[in-house]
């Protein structure tokens, strides 16, 4: 018994050990609140179907135990990555979900066999919906959706009588009371994991079958897409209609959380519809019971304890290491600093920088201004400044944002304002 608790042990410190690092990626973004919800939803899934999973137990060590083995050489690889990357890249958060998945699996597997595996697959699973997503996989997937809410806005407003033009060429709806833009917050992707979440948790609560629960996630795709267009037709018939001040602030959250509880309920309505007409017997009413030690391999349990406590030592000793290897924090630049004379250019006047955009890209230090030459052409100056990379919250940068808003790079380089030794 003892080898048993020190295995779930072991494996729950890997646990809270992502838990940790993902908390301290997410602190940027308040809006990320939604990703505890599902880390609690997993720990309740996998609590719920506990007894009813091991209440059976066939014991497969020669598979159980291959797959802890690699969860506990792979753990302490990600923790190596999310050092060296500096945590400014979601991979390594993969890298361990999928370590710790397969050790706690392998260890399901070696103790009780594949049938408990089998059933508390969903937990393991349900963690990634918790992870950030690569930005490779994240900056395509929400220019699509921005992209298609866009394109379906449009014909919406203009069916409705509105007048509707995109002058730019990219995600920026021309009104005739005024612009109405589809930013990256606009693209409908957090809505999209969120309902994706609440689908997959709900097919696990009606105990649904792969058909069922995949149709059931699928579902929830064109669901975001719908209410994510609805939102910004809406938007758009709002200001023409009652003026723009109705769209802005607390009118716009409102909006937006009233479109994803629309969502939510077209959810629930969907579930409805798939769930079998026999309702099953709760398995609450008459649990099995739980294995005494005695149906346990003690051999497997040590052996899957020796794995995972080399496994912690490892993570421990890597943990350590990159710690000290870390550079000291470099302190932030003082942009007070900033030539008020660049090449042929001078400062002409120190702008305020807009509260929606300071909120919006959480930087460490902002300035803006404006330059004039000598023969009074004018341009604007930002220079915004992040400790990493991902403390832009929601990815805003220049990069990104001024191409889906029409604008277009036409020399990029280097220009040194003082000589070089």
Same mark, same amino acid.
């Given at each position: ?5 020190? &295995?779930?042990?072991?494996? &729950?410190?890997?646990?809270a050990?992502? =838990?940790?690092?993902?908390?301290l ?5 308040p ?22 999973a091991?209440?059976? #137990?066939f014991?497969?060590?020669r ?8 969860g ?15 945590k400014?890249?979601s991979?390594?958060f993969? *890298?361990?979900w999928?370590?710790?998945s397969?050790?706690l699996?392998g260890?399901l597997?070696?103790v009780?066999?594949?049938?408990? =595996?089998?059933r ?15 930005? @490779?996989?994240?900056?395509?997937f929400?220019e699509?959706?921005?992209? $298609?809410?866009t ?11 509105y ?16 612009d109405l !833009?589809i930013?990256?917050a606009c693209? !409908?992707?957090k809505?999209?994991?969120? *309902?994706?979440? $609440?689908?997959a948790?709900l ?5 649904? /079958?792969?058909?069922?629960?995949g ?20 938007? /758009?018939?709002?200001q023409e209609a ?7 602030? =607390?009118?716009?959250?409102?909006l ?8 939510l309920? $077209? ?17 609450s009413?008459a ?7 005695? @149906?346990?391999n ?6 899957a ?6 496994s912690?030592?490892?993570t ?19 942009l007070?600093?900033?030539?008020t ?12 920088? #807009?509260?929606?955009?300071?909120d919006?890209?959480?930087p ?11 023969? /009074?052409r ?8 992040w400790?990493a990379?991902?403390a832009?919250r =929601?990815?805003?940068?220049p990069? $990104? ?13 280097v ?5 070089t030794?």
């Open positions: 018994m003892t080898s048993d608790r020190l &295995a779930l042990g072991l494996i &729950a410190a890997g646990y050990g992502l =838990g940790a690092a993902i908390a990626y997410w602190q940027a973004d809006s990320a609140a939604d990703r505890y919800l599902v880390l609690a939803g997993a720990v309740w899934a996998l609590l719920s179907r506990w007894r009813e091991v209440g059976s #137990p014991p497969s060590p598979i159980g135990l291959p797959l802890v083995a690699l506990a050489l792979l753990y302490p690889v990600g923790w190596a990555g999310y050092f060296v990357l500096f400014a890249r991979v390594p993969w *890298l361990m999928v370590a710790l397969a050790a699996a260890w597997v070696a009780y066999g594949r049938r408990a =595996g089998l508390l697959l969903f937990p393991l699973l349900f963690v990634g919906f918790a992870l950030p997503l690569p930005d @490779s996989v994240l900056h395509p929400r699509r959706l921005q992209a $298609v809410t394109d379906v806005s449009e014909w919406l407003l203009r069916a409705c009588g007048s509707v033009s995109r002058p730019s060429g990219g995600f920026v709806l021309a009104l005739a009371g005024g !833009g930013e990256e693209s !409908g992707v809505a999209l994991t969120a *309902l994706t979440a $609440v689908a948790f097919a696990f609560r009606q105990r649904f /079958g792969l058909l069922r629960g149709l059931l996630v699928a579902a929830a795709v064109p669901v975001v897409v719908a209410v994510n267009v609805a939102r910004v037709t809406l938007s /758009g018939v709002i009652a003026g723009p001040e109705y769209i802005r602030g =607390g009118w716009h959250d409102a937006g959380f009233a479109t994803v509880l629309g969502g309920g $077209v959810v629930l309505l969907v579930t409805k519809v798939l769930r079998p007409r026999s309702e099953m017997t709760d398995p009413v649990p099995l019971a739980v294995p005494t030690p005695a @149906s346990r003690p051999v497997t349990l040590r052996t304890g020796v794995l995972l406590t080399l912690l030592v490892a421990a000793v890597v943990v350590w290491h990159s710690r000290t290897r870390i550079p000291p924090p470099v302190p932030a630049p003082d007070a600093d900033l030539p004379d660049i090449g042929g250019w001078s400062e002409y006047r120190r702008l305020d920088v #807009p509260y929606h955009i300071a919006m890209l959480q460490n230090v902002i300035l803006h201004r404006e330059y004039r030459n000598n023969v /009074g004018s341009v604007t100056v930002w220079v915004i400044y400790e990379v991902h832009m =929601g990815y805003h940068h990069d $990104v944002c001024l191409p889906k808003v029409g604008y277009r790079e036409t020399r990029c380089g220009e040194w304002l003082y000589p030794g």
